[in-house]
């Protein structure tokens, strides 16, 4: 679940983009498959032979109202402290540069392992190009070719032969990870401090792989909830954490390692194009997610100013139609500590198991309702129906031919899903295949 984070720097036009695109870009994964593509092309899931790791381009990380070197600086701090392991990459076509040295000066301040790659080698008769880069001072260069896709596993064999040893965390199970995301201002800060509030008794406050990713800890009620990177939330000040990019690539990355994420809106402002966005993260990442609407004291309010915010959310957010809204304040704390009943139901709907004999009597039973689609005298059959995965749940339907499934009858079928099984806050997914 703790994954690893890879970060590629390096001045512009080296390839860092080209060399981002190749090592996540073939991925396919049965999940990915119906959750549609990444939409944030600087932040990625991969994978190379058994390890799993994230992968922050940091060049498109776009500080464009610094200056040149200014920005390289910040774009080299971002990895050095959003990163377990760097990738340093440079152009192997025009030899060391300024800007390459400048890279390489802040570099040596972390203690993070560097794996420095020449790019652009795009033939073995290239490969002396290579030795002028020994000079930057860490240690031999990977030749690679992002545009000829040369070269990646070497590179990568590297890369995860210095990933840190998986913490404690991944054998805590009994503890529900949820992260607060939004814009700025919404108040995510003064939630988790509502929270947090003096009655309860914060466990730790654990460093996660990164050394700032500061999670806390605690306990409410008899059950354990560690909420991911407080710190991040709570601290402003370096140039670059005020961002949007940054904070979306700090949101992401929180996003990952929770089971449910609290989307959090300014009731006071109501919906803006950027919660949407921020929204559409969570969803793409399966986990179980809920909308909290803060600020509610600073509004006035009539019985129907609820409703009216309740249509709001429903109409801006369509594929977020499961997860139940909140609405609280974290001025006043009212209603916050009732988010912790919430959080623990939404990550029990999202790690919930669904036996094969219950689940093919509520297939059948919808079939019988509402009879499967057919097209030109062919009719979909069902045969059988079995849950694949959870956290969020994934059903695999085998039928006779899965084009004769429609996109409204798999609405209907996950629909009739809903209603037998509950699932609130979580999303769940169907997939189709032919019986073999
Ligand atoms: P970034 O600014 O570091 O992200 O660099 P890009 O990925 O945008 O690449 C800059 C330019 O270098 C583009 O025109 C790429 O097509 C080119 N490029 C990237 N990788 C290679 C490579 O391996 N060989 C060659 N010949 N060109 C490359
Ligand atoms: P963040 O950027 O999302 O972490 O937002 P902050 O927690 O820093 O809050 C931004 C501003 O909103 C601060 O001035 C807070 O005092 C204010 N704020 C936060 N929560 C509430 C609330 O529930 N009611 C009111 N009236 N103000 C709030």
């Known amino acids: 679940m703790n994954k690893p984070t890879v970060a590629i720097v390096g ?19 049965i999940v990915e498959d119906v959750a549609g593509v990444t ?22 990380i776009d500080i464009s109202d610094e200056p040149f070197m200014e920005q390289i600086r910040l774009q080299a701090e971002i990895a050095i402290e959003e990163a377990d392991v760097i990738i340093f990459l440079t152009n192997g076509r025009e030899s060391v540069t300024d800007a390459d040295e400048q890279v390489a000066k802040i570099l040596y301040k972390t203690k993070k392992p560097v794996v420095l790659a020449v790019n652009k080698v795009d033939n073995p008769d290239m490969r002396d190009m290579i030795y002028d880069f020994y000079s930057l001072g860490f240690g031999d260069p990977y030749p690679v070719s992002g545009s000829h896709g040369l070269g990646l596993g070497d590179l990568l064999d590297a890369v995860a032969a210095s990933f840190p040893e998986p913490g404690e965390e991944l054998v805590e199970d009994d503890v529900i990870r949820f992260s607060l995301i939004g814009r700025p201002n919404v108040g995510k800060s003064s939630l988790v401090n509502a929270l947090l509030g003096e009655d309860r008794v914060i466990v730790s406050e654990v460093a996660g792989t990164t050394t700032d990713a500061v999670d806390t800890s605690y306990e409410f009620e008899g059950q354990k909830y560690k909420i991911i990177d407080t710190a991040g939330m709570r601290k402003k000040g370096k140039v670059y954490e005020n961002m949007e990019k940054y904070s979306v690539l700090r949101a992401l990355k929180a996003i990952d ?78 209603r916050v500590t009732t988010l912790f009943d919430q959080i623990k139901i939404i990550s029990e709907n999202h790690a919930m198991r669904i036996q094969s004999s219950v689940l093919n009597e509520v297939i059948e039973d919808a079939v019988a309702r509402n009879p499967a689609p057919s097209d030109k005298g062919r009719r979909l059959r069902i045969y059988y129906a079995t849950q694949v995965a959870v956290k969020p749940p994934v059903f695999v339907v085998f039928v006779n031919e899965p084009e004769l499934m429609h996109f409204s009858y798999e609405r209907f079928l996950q629909n009739r899903l809903r209603e037998s099984f509950g699932f609130e806050g979580t999303p769940i997914r169907l997939i189709t295949r032919a019986r073999s």
């Open 11 to 29: 001045r512009p036009n080296v390839g860092k983009s080209t060399i981002f695109n190749r090592i996540v870009g073939e991925r396919i994964s």
């Open 257 to 334: 390692r929770s089971d449910v994420v609290l989307i959090v809106l300014n009731g006071e402002e109501g919906i803006r194009e950027q919660d949407k966005r921020i929204a559409g993260y969570a969803e793409d990442a399966g986990k179980g997610v809920m909308f909290v609407v803060n600020k509610w004291d600073a509004i006035e309010k009539d019985d129907k100013t609820m409703n009216k915010f309740n249509d709001d959310i429903r109409k801006n957010f369509l594929f977020l139609d499961y997860a139940p809204i909140a609405y609280v304040s974290a001025k006043t704390k009212q």
């Open 39 to 60: 939409r944030d092309r600087i932040y990625s899931s991969a994978d190379w032979l058994a390890h799993d790791f994230n992968l922050i381009d940091t060049g498109g």
